[in-house]
């Protein structure tokens, strides 16, 4: 039986700089990011998890993971403004995006096998990212950058409704990842059209 989280077991010169490539193009466009006014300023609009979901669909889940972590070490090599957290929770989240998609498309090939796991991979992100910050990096922030209450205060100028790290959660998180990892999705499936790579299997 085929393992869709093996690498193949031979890793030519083309796959190796497939992967390489994937990531840098991450890394790029990890770097041009922005924010979105209805969302506290730390959480930073990107489609820097494009590479690994487009990675996974072509080599398999765990090309998309290795995909993400050379892209997240990049970043914390190059410029981290946020002594590796943030980098761990993109790395996190851009995982629960990809991995996902990959494996149900590598079962289910075709157009419809690609927006079913990128559904997919936009549901696990949400959840994921909804408890990786809820017990993992909002309190670590927290810890590094003054206290849970400058956290909260910074998102609360944005949201009033906002006024504690629960909130964050409901009023931030969720439909933050939400729309990034929907936008990713559809940018995806436009890619998906025109890469020849995928042309025998619409």
């Known amino acids: 039986m085929k393992n869709d989280f093996a690498l193949p077991q031979r890793i030519g010169t083309k796959q190796m700089a497939r992967i390489s490539f994937l990531a840098v193009i991450g890394f790029v466009l990890e770097m041009i990011n922005f924010p979105l006014p209805i969302f506290p300023g730390f959480l930073k609009f990107d489609f820097s998890s494009l590479p690994s979901l487009i990675g996974g669909m072509l080599m398999g889940p765990l090309p998309a993971v290795f995909i993400e972590l050379i892209k ?13 957290i943030g980098e761990v929770s993109n790395f996190i989240c851009g995982i629960s995006l ?8 590598r079962k289910m090939k ?3 096998g690609f927006i079913i796991g990128g559904i997919t991979g936009v549901i696990m992100l949400t959840v994921v990212a909804s408890l990786s910050n809820y017990f993992f990096v909002i309190p670590a922030y ?3 950058f ?6 909260i205060g910074l998102a609360s100028k944005v949201n009033g409704n906002i006024h504690d790290l629960k909130t964050i959660i409901m009023l931030a998180i969720i439909p933050f990842n939400i729309i990034k990892g929907s936008a990713t999705v559809l940018a995806g ?4 059209r025109h ?6 299997e619409k």
Do not use: D, R
């Open 146 to 151: 003054g206290g849970m209450e400058a956290i």
């Open 110 to 112: 075709g157009y419809k």
């Open 72 to 84: 997240n070490l990049l970043k914390v090599i190059v410029q981290s403004e946020t002594i590796g």
């Open 142 to 144: 927290a810890f590094a």
């Open 189 to 192: 499936a436009v890619i998906y």
């Open 98 to 105: 990809a991995v996902p998609a990959a494996v149900i498309y």
């Open 195 to 200: 890469l020849p790579i995928f042309e025998k």
